[in-house]
């Protein structure tokens, strides 16, 4: 009987490192699964992302932008910037604290073409506090597997598992709210770009993608 729990003892480090391994094995093979279904899907962006290049110059980028704003503009858009950074956001009266803003970036090009970068999003400030509280939250969540299964393995409570739990808990539901309150927002994105395509003639949906695809061929 006392060599059976001796070996027993012997063999449970054993046993326990291979069940990590499997558990691994396992996360290993859902991660090549999920990258195989999302290979052929269109890329998420918590902030939807453009990119095209205009056959204009910048400051014809910039006047036709201008111009928008002053012949045709019912939702009294403000733009401030400077030449190769331009944000277009609501008027503060009418902004809550998820009404997203138009980023765009210019970039001359030669030949008198313009590179134009356009990010739609809420502010720099909660769009940083965003991320700043979702790496704090997935931190967490990965140490407290690490020490977790640290106290598991030397047979201690593991109540880093908890923690871990927590983590990953607080990340999904950080990630969700944002989604939700980007869903809540559509009316003002599709207004801010129904905007710049007005002001640059173009579809800058359509053209990010041709961008895109011309891109991955060359």
């Known amino acids: 009987m006392q060599d059976e729990q001796s070996v027993g003892k012997t063999l449970m480090p054993f046993a326990k490192e291979s069940l990590f391994r499997s558990i691994c094995d396992h996360l290993l093979v859902v991660y090549k699964r999920k990258c195989n279904l999302t290979a052929h899907m269109p890329e998420l962006h918590l902030r939807p992302r453009y ?8 400051d014809a980028v910039m006047q036709r932008v201008r ?7 019912p939702a009294d858009l403000k733009l401030r910037g400077t030449l190769d950074h331009l944000v277009l956001r609501f008027p503060s ?6 009404t997203p ?8 090009k030669g030949e008198g ?11 720099n400030r909660i769009w940083q506090f965003f991320l700043g ?10 140490m ?29 539901f950080l ?13 003002e994105r599709d207004l801010l770009l129904m905007f710049m395509d007005n002001a640059l003639d173009v579809d800058c949906t359509r053209m990010s993608r041709d961008h895109g695809k011309s891109a991955l061929s060359s």
């Open 113 to 123: 073409r313009t590179l134009v970068r356009a990010i739609i999003g809420p502010t």
């Open 51 to 58: 990119r095209f290049i205009l056959p204009l110059g910048t």
């Open 133 to 142: 509280s979702l790496t704090a939250f997935v931190t967490v969540g990965a």
């Open 144 to 172: 407290g597997f690490l020490v977790g299964f640290a106290q598991w393995s030397n047979g201690s409570t593991p109540w880093g598992f908890y923690l871990a739990v927590l983590g990953m808990a607080a990340s999904l």
């Open 93 to 98: 009266h009418i902004a809550s604290i998820w």
């Open 175 to 187: 990630f969700f709210l944002f989604e939700a309150a980007k869903q809540r927002t559509k009316d």
């Open 101 to 108: 803003q138009m980023q765009l970036f210019l970039e001359p």
């Open 67 to 73: 111009g928008q704003m002053r012949s045709n503009n």
